[in-house]
Nanobody, 119 residues
Framework: QVQLVESGGGLVQAGGSLRLSCAASGSVASIVAMGWYRQAPGKQRELVAAISSSGNTNYADSIKGRFTVSRDNAKNTVYLLMNSLKPEDTAVYYC?????????????WGQGTQVTVSS
């Protein structure tokens, strides 16, 4: 099992910045990727950014150039630095970890952290 604890959400004005953190514990040695998803009211959960254990990154088109995902393997922590925030970035942000176990991928989720961007 993998446990994920997020922090760093809050209320910010448009154009501002926030940094989200997600610390993983448990069976962290078998985590192959971590990332962030978000879900706005009435919308489906969508991928924001992800980073593999080797450092490869993947970003949603809507946040490219504004958000940066990074990872501290020594601390088993993934970060999401969000700059130039827009009201449409308002959502609950969820940390995700993918664990490879016996040839299958298993997804684990954090509890979510609210990000609200005011105009």
């Amino acid at each position: 099992q993998v446990q994920l604890v997020e922090s760093g959400g809050g209320l910010v004005q448009a154009g501002g910045s926030l940094r989200l953190s997600c610390a993983a514990s448990g069976s962290v040695a078998s985590i192959v990727a971590m990332g962030w998803y978000r879900q706005a009211p009435g919308k489906q959960r969508e991928l924001v950014a992800a980073i593999s254990s080797s450092g490869n990154t993947n970003y949603a088109d809507s946040i490219k150039g504004r958000f940066t995902v990074s990872r501290d393997n020594a601390k088993n922590t993934v970060y999401l630095l969000m700059n130039s925030l827009k009201p449409e970035d308002t959502a609950v942000y969820y940390c995700n970890a993918i664990r490879l176990w016996l040839g299958s991928n298993f997804n684990f989720w954090g509890q979510g952290t609210q990000v609200t961007v005011s105009s």
